[in-house]
């Protein structure tokens, strides 16, 4: 029969073909599996933080080296490890997508689209855990960044660069402010990232759609890694959304990250310790979990020329238990951070909304990059409150107050009603600043709730209607003379006299 002269051919190549390398793997197997844990023996050499290979899909990071053993973390569903199963190395460490390329979607803590669409092809990797820049690569935190909330902009403004804690009980609104924040910087040029960790899915689809119907959607990426989800996940998830973020801010842009929140991280991280048998500390977290945050949130900052120039600003979410900052992870925190936003129950109970409490609320950095315009209206805010808050008690007891003493009260009552504000409703600056300025300077003494919002509302209208001068007031960061002052206050006085809120003051 002939042979076929392709088939010899092929046969000719294949035998002059160089011989293919050998590939080295190395295999372990699976000991012991527990839940979202698994210990691996037999890879002697697998170094910390790197990624091993169960099959299937699934990956986990070696968290605890000893002599004979690896405690894994896993990073998705245990059902498919069965001890005996092969773990092979891979030689990397834990890496994520990342690139302009993200925003707009929802991804895990892996990077791996949430939101049903395609993975975005080719994008670069990165490590989840890279070393802050140093002294020398960061500058000044010296512009602000905006919230849209009086409450914060006025009393505890925040600077592009910071690291700002919002702290709380449950249901205090700690998650809205940090979703106003992010609409807020709609068309300001500020990049987003959103990391919800431990929250539950409708949760997590409700912040997703508010991001969304505030115009923010192609600005934002979304880390999820719900509370249905392996515990390592929720480990891994802020920081790959770190390292999104820093990926972005590489590129001189100015990127906002939210993690909400840290208490769920601190839980993940304490269940995988006690899973491996690390032992327990202060209320059973292990004793690194100081070290755990700090790493991460010192990867946010303002930072110089030579390391891209962009800026990072965190605000960190940490949930605390019928008040009680004194906590260990609360405290952890409030002393990694430059400050806490302090949203509380007392507040909630009274529908003040923001709960912001301004007497526990603090930012150690963010008045120096505050508007000076700004600063003159606000610098009295905290006094005034404090000392309304005062008179508020006694004047419970039914003593007979004096004039003045009813004045302070309809005064502070009046700047009280200035700091309420809806939810998803982020106010620009300049209206801020006018709404303040009455409420200070007494143009809503006297009125009711109904009638100080119709009032505000008024003068916001007035605001707009009016030109640029007061945004270029704030924007050029002059302080507020008195002519701008006067102008200012003739404004919103001509707004209430036309929507019926005359005053004399």
């Known amino acids: 029969m002939p042979h076929d002269g392709h088939a010899l051919d092929?046969?000719?190549?294949?035998?002059s073909a160089p011989p293919p390398e050998p590939e080295l793997s190395e295999v372990g197997h699976v000991v012991e599996v527990g839940d979202g844990i698994a210990i691996v023996a037999g890879l002697a050499r697998a170094l910390t933080d790197e990624m091993l290979d169960f099959g299937g899909g699934l990956s986990g990071i070696v968290f605890d080296l000893e002599p004979d053993r690896l405690g894994v973390v896993l990073l998705g569903p245990t059902a498919s490890v069965v001890p005996g199963a092969d773990v092979r190395r891979t030689g990397r460490v834990v890496s994520v997508p990342v690139g302009a390329a993200l925003l707009g979607r929802v991804v895990d803590a892996l990077g791996r689209?949430?939101?049903?669409g395609d993975a975005p092809a080719d994008l670069p990797l990165r490590p989840i855990e890279t070393e802050a820049p140093g002294i020398l690569d960061r500058a000044p935190v010296a512009r602000p960044l905006a919230t849209g909330l009086k409450a914060v902009d006025a009393a505890v403004p925040v600077g592009k660069g910071q690291r700002e804690l919002i702290i709380g009980d449950r249901q205090t609104g700690k998650t809205s402010i940090a979703i106003d924040t992010?609409?807020?910087q709609k068309d300001t040029g500020v990049l987003c990232v959103y990391c919800a960790i431990g929250q539950r899915g409708d949760a997590v689809a409700k912040a997703v759609g508010a991001i969304r119907d505030g115009g923010m959607a192609e600005g934002t990426i979304v880390v999820t890694a719900g509370d249905e989800e392996a515990p390592g996940l929720s480990w891994v998830a802020p920081y790959a959304a770190m390292a999104m973020a820093e990926a972005l801010a590489a590129g001189a842009r100015d990127v906002l990250i939210v993690f909400d929140d840290l208490?769920?991280?601190?839980?993940?991280?304490?269940?995988?310790?006690?899973?491996?048998?690390?032992?327990?500390?202060?209320e059973a977290f292990p004793g690194d979990i100081f070290y755990v945050h700090a790493r991460l949130l010192e990867r946010a900052g303002q930072f110089g020329p030579g390391a891209g120039g962009g800026s990072i600003t965190a605000l960190p979410v940490v949930e605390t238990q019928a008040e009680n900052l004194s906590a260990y992870i609360p405290t952890n925190l409030i002393s990694i951070t430059d400050g806490q936003i302090y949203l509380s129950p007392r507040l909630v109970r009274r529908n003040q909304f923001p709960a912001v409490d301004l007497g526990v609320s603090v930012s150690r950095v963010g008045g120096k990059?505050?508007?000076?315009?700004?600063?003159?209206?606000?610098?009295?805010?905290?006094?005034?409150?404090?000392?309304?808050?005062?008179?508020?008690e006694f004047a419970r007891f039914g003593t007979r107050l004096d004039e003045g003493t009813r004045k302070r009260l309809s005064r502070g009552?009046?700047?009280?009603a200035a700091l309420r504000q809806p939810e998803r409703a982020p106010m620009p600056a300049d209206e801020q600043l006018a709404v303040l300025l009455a409420a200070m300077e007494g143009l809503l003494d006297g009125l009711d709730e109904g009638a100080a919002m119709a009032a505000m509302e008024a003068i916001r209208t007035a605001v707009r209607g009016a030109g640029d001068a007061t945004r270029d007031l704030i924007a050029s960061d002059r302080p507020l003379a008195p002519e701008d002052r006067g102008r200012i206050l003739d404004l919103a006085r001509q707004a209430l006299a036309e929507a019926g809120h005359g005053t004399d003051a």
């Open 182 to 184: 992010i609409l807020n």
């Open 413 to 416: 009552a009046a700047v009280r």
């Open 113 to 116: 689209p949430r939101d049903g």
């Open 10 to 15: 092929l046969l000719d190549a294949l035998l």
């Open 369 to 392: 990059a505050q508007a000076r315009a700004f600063r003159d209206v606000a610098g009295n805010l905290r006094v005034t409150l404090s000392q309304f808050e005062e008179l508020e």
């Open 263 to 282: 208490t769920h991280h601190a839980h993940s991280y304490r269940e995988l310790s006690l899973l491996l048998r690390r032992p327990p500390g202060r």
